[in-house]
């Protein structure tokens, strides 16, 4: 994109500010959704007792953290630190992280995968379909060795490299697998997750009408998945990622200057959603050191 930072410059000063406003509150309220989840989650380990408002809290703090941290979900080791000052097990608080942002992100995948079978074949680029294809296929992989024991088995193989930590997985493990005894909950996190990740979809949608450009669903559904696991390679925050991804995969369709506009509008809501995240840090003093210990 070099060289054409003055055009990219000039699309940003033509955005609709109200449109971005919109997109940013969408935003917001697709984390506050997630928060619910993250609730349910924890609250299923039953022995972590948390409220709402610690859950949305723990939610952007982790926006705040991933601007420090590795890869873009780096601040889920901060909120796991700080759920764990809730319980005398550990494992659980990073077990009930864990369970919940792989739901949001299998969510994600499985709607792009839905979305393609319905998807005119002839419109959809080969690449984008195989790229779905392969991170469905890794999902369902993925999710059949959390949930099932005996697959699991057959990669035990693996646990020879991890001596050191060997027990530590295993009780890692063993805490995600039995959730599996717990469907109702699976199925009222993914509902949440379907809502959740449905205004996160229009939000986005909604920042590139707001700079004059307009983004069909369906690309919206079949690309946005692609982008979000590129954006858990080593990075900040997926920093560069992320937004090299979105003037690959958008650019095609309204031209790189804008594709790589909306990745900047999209920066500044994560900006903004991490600097309240960084006052929510900054002003409660249960996270200033540690949420309530149970007494």
């Known amino acids: 994109m070099r060289g054409k930072y003055s055009d990219i410059i000039g699309v940003l000063k033509r955005t609709n500010i109200s449109l971005f406003g919109l997109g940013l509150i969408i935003f917001i309220f697709a984390l506050t959704v997630a928060s619910f989840r993250l609730k349910l989650i924890i609250e299923a380990q039953g022995t972590i007792p948390i409220n709402f408002f610690e859950a949305i809290s723990l939610t952007f703090i982790g926006y705040f953290f991933n601007n420090f941290l590795p890869t ?6 901060v909120k796991a630190y700080y759920l764990s000052k809730k319980t005398v097990g550990k494992v659980s608080s990073f ?38 294809y392969a991170i469905t296929a890794i999902s369902i992989v993925t999710v059949l060795f959390m949930m099932n024991k005996n697959f699991a088995k057959k990669f035990s193989v693996l646990l020879f490299f991890l001596k050191p930590v060997e027990e530590k997985m295993k009780n890692l493990y063993n805490a ?27 939000s986005i949608g909604i920042l590139a009408f707001g700079i004059g450009s307009r983004i069909p669903v369906m690309d919206i559904l079949l690309r946005m998945p692609i982008i979000s696991a590129m954006s858990l390679l080593p990075s900040i925050n997926g920093l560069g990622l992320r937004e090299g ?3 690959l995969l958008f650019g095609p369709m309204i031209g790189k200057e804008k594709a790589f506009a909306v990745s900047i509008l999209w920066l500044f809501v994560l900006l903004i959603v991490s600097l309240i ?17 149970v007494e």
């Open 95 to 132: 077990t009930a992280i864990f369970i919940d942002r792989a739901i949001g992100l299998f969510t994600m995948i499985f709607m792009a995968f839905i979305a393609l079978l319905f998807a005119e074949d002839q419109l959809i680029d080969k690449t984008i379909k195989h790229t779905i």
């Open 277 to 293: 995240g960084g006052l929510v840090y900054g002003l409660s003093p249960q996270f200033k050191v540690k949420l309530k210990e």
């Open 72 to 77: 873009a979900i780096g601040g889920d080791v």
């Open 245 to 247: 991804s979105t003037v």
């Open 176 to 202: 995600i697998n039995n959730y599996r005894d717990n469907m109702m909950l699976i199925f009222q996190s993914l509902a949440i997750s379907v809502i959740s990740q449905i205004l996160f979809f229009a």
